[in-house]
């Protein structure tokens, strides 16, 4: 009875962060939603929200979610091995690797993409060092191919964070185990591994697929104004266009496809833990 | 012999994800020594835009306000972060699921909207300036240190600090003798990870300055129009080796003292 | 080790934000003070000290990339800006929805400074020359690589005859992309007219899998790295490209394009008019619009500046355009609310093509 009345109490605590995600998270969305359901007239429409059928921002819609889903599937199949690796060489135990991995984020990600951008470039970086060798130059610059590198170099990080996470805490003696009972590699990882790193999998999907879903600056910076995503029709709605109603209905619309395709990947989560993403 | 060679790959792996991640890094670091100010020209070494730089007061300035505006909003985040996480861990089920669903929107929602959003809210009630960026930076900071708190609050053992409130120890002093050392690496890092979101973010800061602030962000999304200052490229070339001098000297200073105890 | 290591960047962190000069907040409310909107990197930053330390008017300056941009911020009301600096169709704009100023341009001592051929230019957006001040002028052309280009290139049909695909890089603004297919199908570019924009649309579509990229003034980079063979771009860019690479040359094409004139206007938000005014005065005498031109290298209207440039500048088109080349190019004006959304919708569609 008393532990209970201390956990009620405690409760309190979230006062300050209730008042702040009240304050400066909910209001705002309400400031959104009024723009996206309210016309000039002031009256109630739902055009801005249906305004995602059109077939020229279904077309972005589709494109966005390729992107997003191709970065996720890239980042997974990359970091997998890596955490294993790093797993294997007992390295980043220390935390040097993982900070390793957080200072390119440091510097600053606009410069971060000019550089990708010089590098992908006809007559840039790789081809140069392609044409070296003799190899004829690819033609990646302003194509879905590099803003698939720009998301991916972005978000890989995101990926990889809580993935170690998950996979430095299980227990070696398990997969020994495993081992000893006639369990090859492959085996260990689904059986063992998989599993058990499900949480910071999870993580990791929702961390990375957000972000590259609703981007536009890589799609700006690395597609060569050639390839229109969803977030690149928003931001030009707003800041291009001055139709804010527009603008809002399309976030509005692509909030809650964000937030269906996450509930149906969380499904996936049965014990609802979320693992941390350090 | 086989775990040799899958060292040496993994290794390798290693190598490969790394030089990925830094590839773009050393292409700022060379263009900080190129002279020609076209960044697509090679016009040879120099070491001006480093000299130009310090005496740059525009520069100096978005680095100070840039610096400042991550380390205010990291700190009052973490503060306000990790006292929320634990006050909603101990809510009911329900209202714990709901209030963790509104902690995610500010990171399902672009950039963009959350930036236009806030300044359509700021404008009513209050001027923008350094306040508002500050303030919005404090709003996205906040779900990234709940989510790295909440699993450490999960894990810690909930009795350990029952105990001590059993044997007299008043909250506040269970509070942080008990609770907040189990935490400890938990707030550390979302206190990092907000960091350096603040200073990697541009589109909300955009949005939410008032004139005359500057952060780096907004000061080399301003210079695209006419060509980024190659000073840019000095400065975070700077940044860049001051912060892995740092990492380099906590990794390896203790690991040679040690050494030299071993002798 | 963790915990160290954080403790460690922490202090490094900290060491940084004090090392940097403390930074104060710049919320001193002054009442001599002005608060300006410009285009990124389009004033040189010691003018505005200069005009600080001449008048002890403080500046507080904000800055962005494009025209509609600055409209969404001003709109806000957000901040309240004093002087803004934007382009033409921009200004009549916001002189029809009553947002600007009246300016006493006679009482400006140096207003002869600026050419009166820019007066009459600034006249078409700004009937009797009321409400804003010319600042830097241009030209929407060709840049092109001679090298790689045969052929003289004098009409906006080279971009369209297929011949260099994949070297074509295209304006990533809406008026300025249109621009170029209209004035090569012979319309006006500030045409109202549903069925010529949708000609132009079917033109641009066509063009679309020979463009190699969208880009605004990045483009000038990827010429001079030779990217690309040809960009359409602003008259300044094409300058500063031919300085980096002399194998570029620019043209005006003979269909005409757009003569794009950015002027400074006061808002209605200014309450201190005669410190505006100075401002504005101050930026037509001979020695700052000297610095600026310096600085940022686009064609002037002030008179003083273009008497001292050199011989071999005075003849440079993207610089000093001939008088017969501008003779077919049109200043861009405000469009209609059903013309701008058309062109909204027909943007996108090309862009999601």
């Known amino acids: ?278 | ?263 | 080790m963790k915990k160290r290591l954080i403790s460690a960047l922490l202090a490094g962190c900290v060491l940084i934000s004090f090392l940097s000069g403390c930074g104060k907040s710049q919320t001193k409310e002054s009442k001599n003070s002005l608060t300006l909107f410009n285009y990124g990197e389009y004033i040189d930053p010691d003018v505005l000290d200069q005009f600080t330390e001449e008048t002890g008017i403080e500046i507080k300056y904000e800055e962005a990339l494009t025209p509609e941009e600055m409209y969404t911020k001003y709109k806000s009301g957000a901040i309240k800006y004093d002087l803004m600096c934007t382009s033409d169709y921009m200004i009549q704009k916001l002189i029809s929805e009553e947002e600007l100023q009246k300016i006493d341009i006679n009482s400006m001592q140096y207003k002869d400074n600026i050419d009166k051929k820019y007066w009459d230019l600034s006249a078409e957006i700004d009937p009797g020359n009321q409400y804003s001040v010319p600042y830097f002028w241009g030209t929407l052309g060709i840049l092109y690589n001679t090298k790689k280009v045969k052929e003289p290139v004098d009409s906006w049909e080279v971009l369209f005859h297929h011949e260099y695909s994949g070297e074509i890089i295209m304006q990533n603004s809406i008026r300025d992309s249109y621009l170029v297919a209209l004035k090569y199908l012979g319309y006006s570019l500030n045409t109202e007219n549903e069925s010529e924009l949708r000609e132009a649309q079917d033109l641009l579509l066509k063009q679309k899998k020979d463009v190699q990229a969208y880009l605004v003034d990045e483009a000038r980079d990827e010429i001079v790295a030779e990217n690309a063979i040809m960009a359409v771009i602003y008259s300044g860019e094409a300058y500063l490209a031919e300085e980096y690479n002399p194998d570029l040359a620019y043209v005006i094409p003979k269909e005409g394009s757009n003569l794009w004139l950015d002027s400074w206007c006061v808002t209605k938000y200014c309450e201190n008019m005669d410190a505006a005014q100075q401002f504005l005065d101050f930026l037509c005498r001979a020695d700052i619009a000297q610095k600026n031109f310096d600085y940022i290298y686009y064609s002037t209207p002030n008179k003083a500046v273009i008497d001292s440039l050199s011989e071999e500048d005075k003849s440079n088109e993207a610089l000093v355009p001939a008088e017969d080349a501008t003779a077919n190019c049109e200043i861009s004006k405000m469009q209609s609310a059903e013309t701008t959304k058309l062109m909204n919708m027909l943007w996108k569609e090309l862009k999601a093509e």
Not at chain 1, 27 to 32: D, Y
Not at chain 1, 77 to 87: D, G, K, M, S, T
């Open chain 1, 1 to 278: 009875m008393e532990k209970k009345k201390r956990l009620n109490k405690r409760t309190w605590l979230s006062a300050p962060y209730l008042i702040w995600i009240v304050g400066f998270t909910i209001i705002p969305l309400v400031v959104i939603f009024q723009d996206a359901f309210v016309n000039a007239e002031g009256s109630f429409t739902m055009d801005n929200i249906l305004a995602i059928f059109n077939p020229i921002h279904m077309k972005s819609m589709i494109l966005s979610l390729a992107i997003a889903a191709g970065c996720t599937v890239i980042c997974i199949l990359l970091a997998y091995p890596l955490v294993l690796a790093l797993r294997r060489l007992n390295m980043g135990r220390e935390g040097f690797l993982v900070f390793g991995l957080i200072l390119p984020m440091w510097m600053n990600f606009i410069l971060r993409l000019l550089a990708w951008q010089m590098i992908l470039s006809k007559n840039g970086i790789l081809n140069m060092i392609l044409g070296f060798f003799g190899i004829a130059p690819l033609p990646i610059a302003n194509t879905w191919l590099s803003i698939l590198i720009g998301v991916v170099y972005d978000y890989l990080p995101f990926m990889i964070l809580p993935l170690y996470n998950a996979i430095s805490e299980i227990d070696e003696d398990i997969i020994e185990a495993a081992k000893d009972l006639g369990a090859g590699g492959f085996t260990v990882f689904k059986k063992i591994i998989l599993p058990l790193s499900m949480p910071g999998l999870l993580s990791g999907i929702v961390m990375v697929f957000v972000p590259s879903m609703t981007s536009f600056v890589v799609a700006d910076v690395l597609g060569g104004g050639k390839i229109q995503l969803i977030g690149n029709v928003i931001e030009q709605e707003f800041t291009k266009n001055v139709d804010w109603g527009l603008g809002s209905g399309l976030s509005v619309s692509l909030m809650i496809f964000v937030l269906i395709s996450m509930a149906f990947t969380m499904k996936n989560d049965p014990e609802g833990k979320e693992s941390a993403i350090w």
């Open chain 2, 1 to 263: 012999m086989v775990d040799k060679i899958k060292n040496f790959l993994s290794r390798f792996y290693i190598g490969i994800i790394l030089f990925f991640l830094y590839v773009p890094i050393f292409v700022m670091i060379v263009l900080s020594f190129n002279s020609s100010r076209s960044r697509v020209i090679w016009g040879g070494f120099t070491l001006d835009w480093y000299r130009t730089l310090f005496s740059s007061s525009e520069v100096m300035q978005a680095l100070s306000t840039t610096m400042i505006l991550a380390f205010t909003s990291a700190i009052i985040a973490t503060v306000i972060g990790t006292v929320g996480a634990i006050g909603i861990s101990a809510m009911r089920e329900r209202n714990y699921k709901i209030v963790l669903a509104f902690t995610n929107i500010p990171m399902l929602n672009a950039d963009i909207v959350t930036g236009i959003a806030l300044m359509l809210w700021f404008v009513r009630f209050m001027p923008l300036g350094f306040g508002s960026v500050l303030i919005a930076h404090i709003t996205f900071n906040i779900p990234y240190v709940i989510l790295c708190v909440m699993p450490k609050i999960k894990q810690m053992n909930l009795s350990i600090y029952e105990a001590a409130r059993d044997l007299g120890a008043n909250s506040i002093y269970a509070f942080v003798k008990i609770t907040l050392p189990q935490l400890m690496s938990g707030i550390m890092a979302g206190f990092f990870m907000a960091f350096t979101m603040s200073m990697d973010d541009f589109a909300i800061t955009y949005f939410t300055k008032g004139a005359g602030v500057n952060t780096l962000s907004t000061m080399i999304y301003s210079q695209i129009r006419k060509g980024i200052k190659p000073e840019m490229y000095a400065l975070s070339t700077i940044i860049f080796a001051f912060v892995f001098l740092i990492l380099l000297a906590v990794n390896y200073v203790p690991k040679m003292k040690n050494a030299r105890k071993c002798k």
